[in-house]
DNA sequence: TTGACATGCAACTGGGGGGTTGCATTATGT
DNA sequence: ACATAATGCAACCCCCCAGTTGCATGTCAA
């Protein structure tokens, strides 16, 4: 479960930003996620590496290019641990209040 | 909606372990939150100021104690965020589906 | 009141990572 | 074959931030 490394690298907004593309536009090269980044090829390189090592992304060679394509896997597995822990916030109050009231 | 903020601040391991404690065992103070969590109280305290800028938790004061509380709002709203992008990449798949099935 | 506990404030440090530039490599197409 | 396009590799800079230490402030309890 290493969910971490993912919450992470989404906390860069470069690297939301790519996140973001390749979800709208589907799987794409490293020259067409640079356009309008804002940054160099090899800073969104870079992002792309970081993602991938938080497993959020995936790539495939293609003659010269290089396809990068979004790994769906992982970004429903950061949704259901944020889940999980704000099941845990709801229960602790629970137990809580249920002490409360035994005290009276 | 601003969820990058929220994105950063969980990326971080002490102040995900934070928020985990908050879950499971409700709000508390900064030096139960210290207790076991392998850095200084006051590395505790700049790790809630950052989660407080995010959103994701709130104090009250309570004599001489400073009581931290969860805030479950922005945790939802970066769940319901993440799930937006998700279905995002879904319909792009479909679209790129339809588009090569129509070149034949 | 006085000591002990809980927190606040300020200054400092070190390392990591975001971003860049320059050059090398490989593939495409005409 | 050759020019161009897409990418890889390596070194470099610099700023931000996690974490620390030291001291000041405030509050509880005897």
Redesign the interface.
């Known amino acids: 479960m290493k969910v ?1 490394p993912a ?7 470069s690297r ?1 930003q790519l ?2 593309k ?5 799987p794409q090269s490293i020259a067409r996620l640079t356009e309008g980044a804002g940054i160099s090829r090899q800073g969104v390189t870079k992002h792309l590496h970081a993602l991938h090592e938080a497993g959020l992304v995936r790539r495939e060679r293609s003659g010269r290019e290089q396809i990068w394509r ?1 790994e ?1 896997k992982r ?2 597995e ?2 259901r641990y ?2 999980q ?2 099941q ?3 229960d ?2 629970e ?2 209040k249920a002490a409360v009231e035994k005290e009276h």
């Open positions: 971490l919450l992470s690298a989404l906390g860069d907004e939301l996140v973001i390749l979800c709208r536009n589907g979004l769906p970004l429903d950061v949704r944020l889940a822990i704000s845990q916030w709801d602790a109050l137990r809580l």
